[in-house]
């Protein structure tokens, strides 16, 4: 090893996980998958970047939290969504994101799911910070009921896919701004 000449220390290769890929419909998907007791996700989040397309709209879901793989996913990103709860967890988190995507100098906005569940301190603190809140989604039994059977959201309410038509151009329009247009 070039790590050290007496051999006291030795390089193996590992396996860490495995990166998929495949279509539903005109969706081309990837997804990375850590071994379980693995740490080292951020290589298995460039093989997933690896095999995106260089066309169209890439959507990549983050982990929780600012942690290395957080970063690894959102580094190159053209604009992120932090979603989040109104709970105070929620907002803990939310503020350690919104560090996080300022000092990427990543434009982002965020999603409110499950309102009506807990309190204010989310919606003050972006009102405070200038944040903007793309798209609150109620607590509600039946988007419950609908996601537990994994059934899109849109597919089994209708009525929420003019809702996400226009959060994708709101979003696509807040990338522009800032980078002229969105990369992919």
């Not at 000449?5 to 990166?19: F, L, M, S």
């Not at 290395?68 to 990103?77: A, F, L, Q």
Request: hydrophobic share 40%; glycine share 8%; charged share 25%.
């Amino acid at each position: 090893s070039y790590l050290c000449p007496e051999k006291a220390i030795t390089e193996e290769d590992r396996h860490i996980g495995v990166v998929e890929w495949g279509d539903a419909g005109s969706i081309k998907f990837v997804q990375g998958i850590l071994t379980v007791g693995e740490a080292m996700a951020p290589p298995i989040i460039r093989q997933v970047k690896e095999h995106e397309s260089a066309e169209g709209i890439i959507i990549r879901d983050a982990p929780p939290g600012t942690s290395c793989p957080v970063v690894e996913t959102i580094s190159d990103s053209d604009f992120c969504i932090l979603l989040t709860e109104p709970t105070p967890f929620g907002l803990n988190d939310l503020i350690l994101a919104v560090e996080t995507v300022r000092e990427l100098n990543i434009p982002y906005g965020v999603i409110i799911n499950r309102t009506g569940a807990g309190d204010a301190g989310v919606e003050d603190y972006c009102k405070q910070e200038k944040i903007p809140v793309l798209m609150r989604i109620p607590l509600d039994t039946e988007i419950a009921r609908i996601y537990s059977r994994g059934i899109a959201m849109v597919d089994a309410m209708p009525q929420w896919k003019s809702r996400f038509v226009q959060l994708y151009k709101e979003i696509k329009e807040m990338a522009d701004e800032r980078t002229g247009s969105i990369k992919r």
